[in-house]
């Protein structure tokens, strides 16, 4: 996935007193005017404010687009945006050319290298909070034998999940490259889409794992073509991480979560880098999942062709096609990889895998990556619970 990419100094900053998270007098008391940030209006404009009277410009830095900050007269510099679409939005703050997440702004989010400041813009009800039972969101470490160090996840369970016996169909879910495990949880908000899903009758309960993608790798990944000549691109997200997934994350669900540990209640979907890894993982053992989403991505990493080859045993295996319920490709038609996705679905459907495919609206963002878990989530497990 491309993302600007900015970094967090907040300490720092304070330090130096530039700016205040909570601004306080010598004595101990308030000592400039409340900050609220972000202020999210009826008509879905965005405020965002950060008091620093001492910086001489701030800047917004937003997925769509940067903004200059207003210096009002008490010290507190702020920028409306919007409207904008429903959904959740990463942000942060650039103070004479150092940058930060919003210290009035508890809803963060840990990307591979660095932290965002989050915001959610109400509007969609499959994403919106209701009331409605919710489930769990746990940060689980174990140990990856693959890798040789300690590794995280993010595991959603259904609501009710620790007071019953019952045992649930498990959803792999993969973020996209410079992102984390945290992703999906946060700016995706897949828990609450699954709950809301699940609440309306649409979807079935179930376990959702959302591994890390990244092998801890620094500087991120890079993905693309090379020139002749060139060294090949980094891509041990491609290859490593495919084979934790198999001999450390799997194992360590099945053993310690209560799943129905077999194909028809087993499924697995990525984004971007997430959607090649999906690809990768699934063909190395396709006799393991029933569902497949791949979302805005195809084969990265290795033309068409290549891939093909080095998959084509598995490409070609008729019986473990025939338990593969759903093949579900969704990339917007402004998307940077739509052609790759075209060419991955088309490669597929020659060697006789029936694609669901769809070119939408949108381009490389969690507008469409959100909508797509809306729509494939309801797909899976069903005639198998």
């Given at each position: 996935m491309?993302?600007?990419?900015?970094?967090?100094?907040?300490?720092?900053?304070l330090?130096?007193?530039?700016?205040?998270?909570?601004?306080?007098?010598?004595?101990?008391?308030?000592?400039?005017?409340?900050v609220i940030s972000?202020?999210?209006?009826?008509?879905?404009?965005?405020?965002v404010?950060?008091?620093?009277?001492?910086?001489?410009e701030?800047r917004?830095?937003?997925?769509q687009?940067g903004?200059?900050?207003?210096?009002?007269?008490?010290g507190?510099?702020?920028a409306?945006?919007?409207?904008?679409?429903?959904?959740?939005y990463?942000?942060?703050?650039?103070?004479?050319?150092?940058?930060?997440?919003?210290?009035?702004?508890v809803?963060?989010?840990?990307m591979?290298?660095?932290?965002?400041s989050?915001?959610?813009?109400?509007?969609?009800?499959f994403?919106?909070?209701?009331?409605?039972?919710?489930?769990?969101?746990?940060l689980?470490?174990?140990?990856?034998?693959?890798?040789?160090?300690?590794r995280?996840?993010?595991?959603?369970?259904?609501?009710?999940?620790?007071?019953?016996?019952?045992r649930?169909?498990?959803?792999?879910?993969?973020?996209?490259?410079?992102?984390?495990?945290?992703?999906?949880s946060?700016v995706g908000?897949?828990?609450?889409?699954i709950?809301?899903?699940?609440?309306?009758?649409?979807a079935?309960?179930?376990?959702v794992?959302?591994?890390?993608?990244h092998?801890?790798?620094?500087?991120?990944?890079?993905?693309?073509?090379?020139a002749?000549?060139?060294?090949?691109?980094?891509?041990?997200?491609?290859?490593?991480?495919?084979?934790?997934?198999?001999?450390?994350?799997?194992?360590?669900i099945?053993s310690?979560?209560?799943?129905i540990?077999?194909?028809?209640?087993?499924?697995?979907a990525?984004?971007?880098?997430g959607?090649?890894?999906?690809?990768?993982?699934?063909?190395?053992?396709?006799?393991?999942?029933?569902?497949?989403?791949?979302?805005?991505?195809?084969?990265?990493?290795?033309?068409v062709?290549?891939?093909?080859?080095?998959?084509?045993?598995?490409?070609?295996?008729?019986?473990?096609?025939?338990?593969?319920r759903?093949?579900?490709?969704?990339?917007?038609?402004?998307?940077?990889?739509l052609?790759?996705?075209?060419?991955?679905?088309e490669?597929?459907?020659k060697?006789?895998?029936d694609?669901?495919?769809?070119?939408?609206?949108?381009?490389?963002?969690?507008?469409?990556?959100r909508n797509?878990?809306n729509?494939?989530?309801?797909?899976?497990?069903?005639?198998?619970?």
């Amino acid at each position: 996935m491309r993302q600007s990419r900015f970094w967090s100094a907040a300490v720092p900053l304070l330090l130096a007193g530039q700016i205040c998270a909570q601004p306080e007098a010598p004595g101990g008391g308030p000592a400039g005017p409340p900050v609220i940030s972000p202020e999210v209006h009826a008509d879905r404009r965005v405020t965002v404010r950060l008091f620093a009277p001492q910086a001489r410009e701030v800047r917004l830095h937003f997925e769509q687009g940067g903004y200059v900050l207003r210096k009002r007269a008490d010290g507190v510099w702020e920028a409306t945006v919007g409207p904008l679409d429903p959904g959740s939005y990463r942000y942060g703050f650039s103070v004479d050319g150092a940058n930060f997440t919003d210290p009035r702004n508890v809803e963060v989010e840990r990307m591979q290298v660095l932290t965002r400041s989050i915001m959610h813009v109400p509007g969609a009800a499959f994403m919106d909070m209701r009331d409605v039972p919710y489930g769990t969101v746990s940060l689980v470490t174990y140990r990856s034998k693959v890798l040789n160090r300690i590794r995280r996840m993010h595991v959603y369970t259904p609501p009710g999940y620790e007071a019953n016996t019952q045992r649930y169909p498990v959803l792999y879910l993969l973020h996209g490259a410079n992102e984390s495990d945290q992703s999906w949880s946060t700016v995706g908000r897949a828990g609450v889409i699954i709950d809301n899903l699940t609440a309306d009758g649409k979807a079935v309960p179930m376990i959702v794992v959302m591994p890390n993608g990244h092998a801890d790798q620094t500087p991120p990944v890079i993905f693309g073509p090379v020139a002749p000549g060139a060294p090949p691109p980094l891509n041990v997200e491609l290859t490593e991480i495919p084979k934790e997934f198999a001999i450390d994350i799997l194992p360590y669900i099945e053993s310690h979560y209560r799943v129905i540990a077999d194909r028809a209640h087993r499924a697995i979907a990525g984004l971007s880098m997430g959607g090649t890894q999906t690809l990768n993982i699934a063909m190395a053992g396709l006799e393991r999942f029933s569902a497949v989403g791949v979302f805005s991505s195809g084969v990265l990493g290795a033309t068409v062709a290549e891939w093909e080859t080095a998959h084509v045993a598995a490409l070609n295996d008729a019986k473990t096609k025939r338990g593969l319920r759903v093949l579900w490709f969704r990339t917007g038609s402004d998307d940077f990889l739509l052609s790759t996705t075209k060419s991955t679905v088309e490669m597929l459907r020659k060697h006789g895998f029936d694609v669901a495919f769809q070119e939408t609206q949108g381009a490389h963002t969690w507008v469409n990556w959100r909508n797509y878990l809306n729509e494939f989530a309801p797909l899976l497990f069903r005639g198998g619970v």
